[in-house]
């Protein structure tokens, strides 16, 4: 299971304090990159991630929403990222940009935004280590958390679980105390929380609380131990 605390809810003026805040109980920590393009908001880009690479233990799991992910993509990889996820929509040849994330160093992420179905990309996954799904519309924080795409996830899991893939099932959006459980039930195995950990009054007991909820709720659904 990772528990991934989002860089997006965190005070930018002392990032690499928010970041070793959470180290002793976080797995990864969650970049978001948003380019003004590909979505109405402009926020983390590849500077950062440099500057934060020796500032925290953590692994960089960086999500890219932006419209150009083959021509950035690499550089976060070589920058130390972890995991580099990029968005399916905006990217013609994604099995490519896999191959060279993995060629880099990385684990390669699939990111779906809310309204694309993932049935259309279930024959690429064996390419990628992460999907991504997002459980709101990509491009803010603070959304609310919609239910219903679950259901991906519930699909996704099923077609990894049939093909024996290792793949991990990441989501994105709204989650929470309230929320984690379901998703936890539904097969997710990463859960990225932004206000819900850097939001508290102490981000280190939230991302324990997250996890013993989602443990909860996990009971025997598949773990994939790539982190």
């Known amino acids: ?22 180290e002793a109980d976080a797995d990864w920590l969650h970049v978001d990159v948003m380019d003004y393009h590909f979505v109405p908001n402009l926020t ?30 690499v550089d ?55 999907l991504l799904i997002m459980t709101i519309k990509a491009g ?14 519930r699909t996704a899991r099923r077609h990894a679980s049939s093909g024996h893939l290792s793949l991990r099932i990441e989501v994105d959006g709204g989650i929470a105390d309230d929320t984690i459980a379901a998703a936890a039930e539904a097969g997710a195995d990463a859960f990225v929380a932004g206000t819900a950990v850097f939001g508290a009054d102490d981000p280190a007991e939230a991302v324990r609380r997250l996890r013993r909820h989602a443990r909860d709720a996990q009971g025997s659904a598949p773990v994939t131990d790539i982190s």
């Open 140 to 153: 803010f924080g603070g959304q609310e958390f919609l239910p219903h795409l679950l259901d991906k996830v």
């Open 76 to 130: 976060y990889a070589e920058a130390g990222a972890r995991n580099v996820s990029f968005h399916v929509e905006a990217c013609d040849d994604p099995v490519a940009l896999a191959k060279d994330l993995r060629a880099a160093g990385a684990l390669a992420g699939l990111a779906i935004d809310r309204d694309t179905p993932v049935e259309p990309y279930l024959p690429l996954l064996e390419n990628f280590d992460t």
């Open 44 to 73: 983390i880009g590849l500077p950062v991630v440099r500057s934060l690479r020796p500032a925290t233990s953590l692994p960089l799991d960086c999500h890219l929403m932006i419209a150009d992910p083959r021509r950035w993509a």
């Open 1 to 22: 299971m990772i528990l991934a605390p989002s860089l997006l809810a965190a005070d930018f003026s002392r990032l690499g304090e928010q970041a070793r805040g959470v």
